[in-house]
Structures are given as structure tokens and as C-alpha cells.
């Protein structure tokens, strides 16, 4: 574990120039691509909302702003904030969830718990499966990932149940929750094979999404015989479910596409008539079964029948294309798409620019919401960037992950106060002196690209 001391003060962020810059090793760009480079980033205002050096390799994912635009919630290993009591000789390979405010970090901090990081705390609790009702422990046992905001004090997420599979729940966490508090946890969606004590499935429900109307949410669902093998896995489909009343269950979901081999990553347009996804083209009736394109479904409750079904892919649109580079049998997978908040365009995340076997070089791109024109490249760095999302507090800003570490502009700042500060303490020291104990502060730093993935802001690209 390499941490840096937080003292050292950070100055106003020296914008770095902007240049062309042809970046090497695999990810060495067609003779015909040039990159508008800013330092270590795309051209544009990047700005970190998590700035820790507490591991060499803690990832913070699956980012959501509240619609307050206060606070953001996302995923984080198990030790990242560590629960109290004495921990465990082997950490859980387990993710939790996690609250902090939304506020620029100017320099580096041990944790995040400097941050104003609190850690989302569950209570145990009791799951009716047929005619057993086994206790659940949601901090010890159960994976969790994709929380989303239901509105300022409500998150939903999925957690794998360990008994019966992956379900959505959701938790209250108001504005004077503190870190230590232990929340309540509820059921939304139950399945009719939760009922059943002999001859059932496990079922996955994974990637929610809030409509803006914060009545529906957008999830994907499976399931399979075997929780240690897909084998036996159905197919995979999107299926809308009604938010409940608090301490309810949901008593309305429905699919909104019929099963094909991956169909994941729901993100609902601004006027809550249309969903985009991730899905393979076998949707499309389409014989690939790997390659994962955009697509978009209408969504209309005006058809809904008494029974709760609708029209299966109805108005099914395609908007990526991605056919394999030439000599390369590498597939291109398009995933995480979000819409714009005018609803003219789609972001998403991508491989599509360097192809690999491994989901380590991804981008983010945007293209228009109606797929009139090809991807164009938004955000790039030289590490693996992902869970871009407009925050709708200005057009273009947009919340993501990466693991490019310190942006350059927050390097040279560092090195700027530390030669200040180094050259004031120690008048004596020649400039090549100064210069190289600051260049020891940011190399510190340099460190974590490729390291740690956290948070940022960017915009005015």
C-alpha cells in the first residue's frame, strides 16, 4: 500500500496546453487518428470528486448523482471504508455501496472517509423463500452494485440475496445519515419462484434504472438452475417494474424486450418515453451472439394489458455498428449508455477503439440518439474509463470512473506548491534541488494512473 502525505498544499489548477499527441504501445491509433490531448486526458475541464491514495488498487464504480445534485452514491471494495469492529484477516470479495458529497477535491487525501465518505450500513434481515425464511447478512455475504438515486433520500440497487439470487432493493438514506448508521433494507420485486419450495430458479435482476418521472424502473433480467454455472441460463431481457410505496412490494413488472443472449445496462431518455441499452444482435435477428450494439425501445403504458405485458421490442432501433477491425477477430462491445439531458444524444462506454479480450481499454463515446451518425470519441485516457453519466447540472458536464489517476493539471499545480513551499523552507537549495525533491511529491502521485479508479467531473470539451 503506498500512501502520500495530504499536507502538501495544492494552488489553483495550471490549465495544461493543448496538444496533439500520438499515444503509444497498444493503444497506437491508426496513422489517420490524431488524439486532442490535454496532459493525461482528453481536452477538456477534469476535475476528481475522489482524490484518496489509500490502495494500489481500490476501484470506485458505478457512480449516481442524487436529483438534488448533492450527493453521489457508488460501489467500493469491501476495506475501502472499513466497518467497525475488528476486521477480518481475509477482506470479503464482496462490493458495498457508498455516500459522499459532490464536491471537487483540490488535493490528495489518505481516504475516503476524509472525504466525507459514509459507508452504506444494512441491517440483517429476513427473506420468505417458500416456506423457509432464512436470515440474510447484507454486509458480510452480499454482493451489491448499481445504486441509483429513487429520489434525494431513496437508493435502489441489486444485492446477490445468496439463497435465490440477485433482487432490487432499496434503502432510506436521508440527509443527516452519518457514517456508522445502520439502515433498513427493502424488497421491491419479488419473483413467483421466491414462493416455491421445490422446482425453481434462481433470478437475477441487475442494472436499475430510475425513470424521470421516478415512478418505473428499467432493470435487466435471468436466470439459471445452477448459482455456480450459467449452463442452464435463460436468455437475458429488460422488464420494468412499478416503484412501490415504502414498505411494499412492487405488484406490476413486466418485459419490455423478449430474451436474447446479453441485454443489459437500461438508461431511460429524459422524457421517459424511450430506453436505451447494451444487448447482442441476436435481438436484431442477428446471428451474434458476442458483439454488444446500442439499441432503443419505446416504452408507453397506454398498451399495457390487464395482465401486464406489452408490446415485446417495440419500436426497436439500432444505433452503433461495430463491425470487427480488419485482420482482427476481436468483438466490440458497447455498453453503460446514458442519455443527454435534451435527449439528443447518447454517451456510452466502449471498446470499440482498441478491441481486446479483457475490458481494459475502454472510452467513452457519444453518438446521436437517433444513430444518424458514427461515434464520435469523447472522453480518453491511457487507462479504462467507464460509468459516464450527464449530471444535468450544465449541458455537458459529465460524472465518470477512470483510472487515470491525477489529471495533469492537478500535477502541475502540486509541483508548483511544492517548489514554492520546498524553495521557502530551504532558501539554501539550489534550483536543481527544488526541482527534484518536487519532482519526487509528483512522481508520488504518477503513481496511481492505471492504479486506483475514481471518480471525476468533466466538461468544456
Known amino acids: 500500500m503506498k500512501k502520500l502525505d495530504p499536507r502538501a498544499g495544492m494552488i489553483t489548477a495550471v490549465a495544461a496546453a493543448a496538444a496533439l499527441l500520438a499515444i503509444g504501445c497498444s493503444l497506437e491509433p491508426e496513422a489517420s487518428e490524431t488524439l486532442d490531448i490535454s496532459g493525461n486526458h482528453s481536452t477538456g475541464d477534469l476535475v476528481m470528486v475522489t482524490a484518496d491514495t489509500s ?57 475516503l472517509r476524509q472525504q466525507g465518505a459514509a459507508l452504506v450500513r444494512l441491517n440483517n434481515f429476513r427473506m420468505t423463500t417458500g416456506s423457509t425464511q432464512p436470515q440474510i447478512f447484507p454486509n458480510r455475504d452480499c454482493q451489491k452494485g448499481t445504486p441509483r438515486w429513487l429520489n434525494d433520500d431513496d437508493l435502489v440497487f441489486w444485492m446477490d440475496t445468496t439463497i435465490r439470487g440477485s433482487r432490487l432493493f432499496r434503502t432510506r438514506i436521508p440527509l443527516s445519515f452519518v457514517d456508522g448508521q445502520d439502515l ?44 455456480d454455472s450459467l449452463s442452464q441460463a435463460t436468455d437475458q431481457a429488460i422488464w420494468v417494474c412499478a416503484v412501490p410505496v415504502a414498505g411494499e412490494l412492487s405488484q406490476l413488472a413486466f418485459p419490455i424486450t423478449r430474451e436474447v443472449s446479453i441485454c443489459d445496462s437500461p438508461s431511460w431518455s429524459p422524457d421517459g418515453r424511450r430506453i436505451v441499452f447494451s444487448a447482442t444482435l441476436d435481438i436484431a435477428d442477428i446471428s451474434d451472439f458476442t458483439t454488444r450494439e446500442l439499441f432503443t ?6 398498451g399495457l394489458a390487464a395482465n401486464g405485458e406489452v408490446e415485446l421490442n417495440r419500436g426497436l432501433a439500432r444505433l452503433t455498428t461495430s463491425p470487427p477491425t480488419a485482420g482482427s477477430n476481436f468483438i466490440i462491445r458497447n455498453m453503460e449508455p446514458s442519455y443527454s439531458p435534451d435527449g439528443t444524444s447518447v454517451i456510452f462506454v466502449s471498446d470499440r477503439r482498441v478491441p481486446t479480450i479483457t475490458l481494459n481499454e475502454r472510452n467513452i463515446w457519444r453518438i446521436p440518439a437517433d444513430g444518424s451518425l458514427e461515434p464520435r470519441l469523447l472522453f480518453f485516457t491511457r487507462s479504462d474509463d467507464q460509468g459516464a453519466f450527464y449530471t444535468g447540472r450544465t449541458p455537458d458536464e459529465i460524472l465518470l470512473t477512470s483510472g487515470v489517476g491525477f ?55
Open 55 to 111: 490502495s494500489d488498487g481500490y476501484q470506485y464504480l458505478e457512480p449516481d448523482l442524487s436529483p438534488d445534485g448533492n450527493r453521489v452514491a457508488f460501489t467500493i471494495d469491501w476495506l475501502a471504508i472499513t466497518p467497525p469492529g475488528q476486521p477480518p484477516d481475509v477482506a470479503p470479495l464482496i462490493r458495498q455501496l457508498a455516500v459522499m458529497p459532490l464536491q471537487v477535491q483540490d488535493s490528495p487525501k489518505l481516504n
Open 407 to 461: 489529471p495533469t493539471e492537478m500535477l502541475d499545480a502540486l509541483w508548483s506548491a511544492a517548489y514554492d513551499s520546498i524553495a521557502a523552507v530551504h532558501p539554501d537549495f539550489s534550483t536543481v534541488q527544488i526541482e527534484a525533491l518536487a519532482d519526487q511529491q509528483r512522481e508520488q502521485l504518477e503513481f496511481f494512473e492505471g492504479v486506483m479508479t475514481h471518480l471525476y467531473l468533466f466538461s468544456n470539451w
Open 297 to 302: 425501445v419505446d416504452f408507453d403504458t397506454t
Open 184 to 227: 433498513d433494507v427493502e424488497l421491491v420485486l419479488r419473483e413467483p419462484d421466491d414462493d416455491r419450495d421445490i422446482g425453481w430458479k434462481y433470478w437475477e435482476h441487475m442494472s436499475p434504472s430510475v425513470s424521470p418521472n421516478g415512478r418505473w424502473i428499467a432493470f435487466s433480467r435471468y436466470g439459471h438452475t445452477d448459482a
